[in-house]
């Protein structure tokens, strides 16, 4: 093998060409290919690995990666035409060892990219419209799976009455869309809930308007 890899930070790409060099006597063949074969597979995963941390802002796994890349560095060492056939299989075992942590980092990285995917939130402004003859006396608004992000629009300080509008409202639009939640209560104790498809909003914001179903007696909203 030669060397390949010299300073890296976080990680460099192995590159597959002239590796290893076969010269006359020596180990078998068939035992070298299996080296190469081992090699081959380590720096496609080291290479996944690579590409898939450049992806995330957490530093906290650079300093596994990179022992793990110097290991690497020093199976490249190896010249596997004077090795014997035992050492080279103490080798591949090394080179598998390698890549199941590399496997294992792997994961680990794939479920930071998504913690730090969720995290993300798009503020969406929203404006809400009392189209019904109804004063509303609470209005809150939470996203569907976390009622502990309840937003008191009202705070007690006033009725929401009809013809009005209340301008300065936001949810937060998660990586999954999660569909957030409409609480009201009217000054006759009648509550209602109304879910909200954010899926469908943009940072634009939306404007919805409530109306009442004359039939069912239920708060609907109108775009």
């Known amino acids: 093998m030669r060397k390949r890899m010299r300073g890296i930070g ?9 590796l290893m060099l076969l010269g006359c ?9 299996q080296a190469q074969e081992t090699y081959a ?6 290479n996944e690995v690579v590409e898939a941390h450049k992806e995330i802002k957490d530093a906290s796994l650079d300093k596994g990666l990179q022992a793990l890349a110097e290991k690497v560095d020093k199976v490249d060492d190896f010249a596997l035409n004077e090795m014997k056939d035992e050492d080279i299989d103490f080798l591949i075992e090394t080179m598998n060892t390698i890549k199941q942590s590399y ?16 995290a993300v939130l798009i503020p969406i402004p929203l404006t809400l419209e009392n189209n019904t003859e109804q004063t509303f006396s609470q209005i809150i608004l939470h996203p569907q799976n976390d009622i502990s992000q309840k937003i008191d629009v009202l705070q007690g300080a006033f009725g929401f009455e009809p013809k009005q509008s209340l301008t300065g409202l936001v949810l ?13 209560e009217n000054v006759e104790g009648t509550s209602y809930t109304l879910e909200l498809p954010v899926k469908d909003f943009d940072e634009n914001g939306k404007v919805l308007a409530l109306t009442l179903d004359a039939e069912t007696g239920e708060i609907l909203f109108q775009e």
């Open 41 to 46: 597979q380590l720096a496609k995963i080291h």
């Open 103 to 118: 496997e294992e980092y792997l994961a680990k990285i794939n479920e930071i990219k998504a913690s730090e995917e969720a």
């Open 10 to 18: 976080r990680l460099g790409v192995i590159c597959l060409s002239c």
């Open 172 to 184: 937060n639009k998660d990586v999954n869309a999660t569909p957030w939640v409409l609480e009201l």
């Open 25 to 33: 006597g020596g180990p078998s063949e068939e035992k070298i290919a």
